[in-house]
């Protein structure tokens, strides 16, 4: 009897999964840094009956977006998890009520469990917020849950490795425009508009309201690097049968529309800055990427490049450039602390729980700062991923030299952490060395992943 097909990954395991690690998430972000205060029961409890349904007053409409964001994948991966690969009718309407209360079962516990910790407050508007989340989840999966999962089987199920990066770009450059819209303080009224006009958020003449220094060096370096992959997708994304490569004029006036167009979506959103000089920047990383495309990747599709004519030891000097790299672009500006009691004050901040650290800034410095930090790391891991990969290694090798990778970037982000306790520009956190790990680490998965698939079909 021939054995059952398979289906490619993502499946009712894999949601199951990721439903999971989104509750993490939620359960984690909302209760950093677990520290308690005293409160009895009747306390809370007269709390929570004096909470209004809605406090207008105190309502913020990057928090309430962030609210409801939270729950839209925890819902969608759950309903997946039940959904995926089975029949909609009677399965989809049991699972659905069964969602809902599970999720707002869960963000009662969330909000509840606030009270006792501090610097933190009860809100009925969140509660609102998440169900409202939750639902949205629900039908998105409703609506798009199969065209989604298909798409996502593209990746899992190709074996062609210009077309996997070509699927990577393209998740990349949605996750880019998201981020470009958030926290989705979203407005159309003119007269808000006109107020973001007036107060110095739409900047027409590039670098106008520029004030040159180590920390704006370091944003235009990292405004050029956010657009190089997209540089890499408008060379080789959404092309006719037949075609590969565009040229390099053409894939850089695709690639500049595509930065006009993510600098437009930041234009209703009240809490952004729309600044011509992000299209300055943008173009820039685009026009870089492209190039570094057009060098990399064979004109014939049957063609097939070689790794590299690099030996291991050059990549070994590549990792060890770009890890100096990053300790310079995580120091600068470097300003000595003399004061010794200070200084083992801020050792021993950095070692706090990890991820308190975010709630002195906003939710969306806080997650810039995490994209940041992650995807300036993620390149280390692409090549520390070239520089360890051999095409005969066995499958136990390959786990121990991708072991000694991540050992390799915790430990560069520990010294680049340690570095920073002296320094009176920056905080320490041990936060930032576990988001350079799991940056490094997509960037090694990935790679091993295409190189893998590379070899296998030269």
Known sequence: ???????????????????LFFITIAVYGSWVPFETITLSTAEAWEIIRAEPLIAFGRIDRSDWATNVLLFVPISFCLLGASSVDRRRPLHWWLSIPTILVGCLALSICLEVGQLWLPKRYYSNADIIAQCLGAMIGIGLWWYAGETITTWLRTYSGQTGTRRQISWLLQAYLAGLVIYAVLPLNLTIHPEEL???????????IPFSQTQWNWQTLGEFSTDVLVFVPVGALAAIGWLPPGRTLRSLPESIFVGAGIVLLVELCQLPVMSRFTDATDLITGTIGVASGAAITHALMPR????TAPYSGLRT????LITGIYSLILVIYFSLPFELIEDRTLVRERFQQMLRVPGASLLTVSQFRALTEILRKTLLFLPLGAILARTVYYPTATRKTRWMLWTACLIYTM?????IEVAQVPNSHHTPDVSDALLCTIGAAVGLIVTARLLRHHHESA
């Open 1 to 19: 009897m021939p054995s059952p097909v398979v289906a490619p990954a993502p499946r009712r395991t894999h949601y199951a999964a990721l439903a």
């Open 194 to 204: 006109y107020e973001k006009l007036v107060s110095n958020r739409f900047v027409l």
């Open 300 to 303: 014939n599709q049957s063609a």
């Open 313 to 316: 030891w050059h990549w070994l």
């Open 411 to 415: 430990a560069l982000g520990m010294l």
